[in-house]
């Protein structure tokens, strides 16, 4: 899981980097705003990785993982609806 989200987020961000190179290394000689329009895309994009990035998935497990401290945990259980009340 954290592989993917982490090749996504470089894919994310190489595309940024070459829009923006490419927007005024190249394109600007044709057309300015053309070269604007890359920009303001490629400016979308780096909140968009970062949100791609730290996206969970169902399978990833951090707010209700143990902490290690049986009464702690069996109350949070308890909290959460995992066990019944005894």
């Known amino acids: 899981m954290y592989a993917r989200r982490r090749h996504r987020y ?3 961000m190489g595309t940024c980097i070459a829009l923006f190179v490419l927007a005024w290394g190249v394109v600007r000689n044709w ?6 329009a890359m920009c303001v895309v490629a400016m979308v994009i780096p909140p968009i990785a970062a949100m ?3 996206r969970r998935g169902p399978d990833d497990r951090w707010w209700d993982d143990p ?7 069996e ?12």
């Not at 057309?31 to 604007?36: K, T």
């Not at 902490?67 to 945990?73: E, H, I, L, R, V």
């Not at 109350?75 to 005894?86: A, T």
């Open 52 to 54: 791609v990035a730290n």
């Open 10 to 12: 470089f894919a994310l």
């Open 67 to 73: 902490s290690g401290d049986p009464k702690s945990d």
């Open 31 to 36: 057309s300015v705003p053309a070269a604007v």
């Open 75 to 86: 109350w949070w259980d308890e909290l959460d609806g995992k066990r019944p009340r005894s």
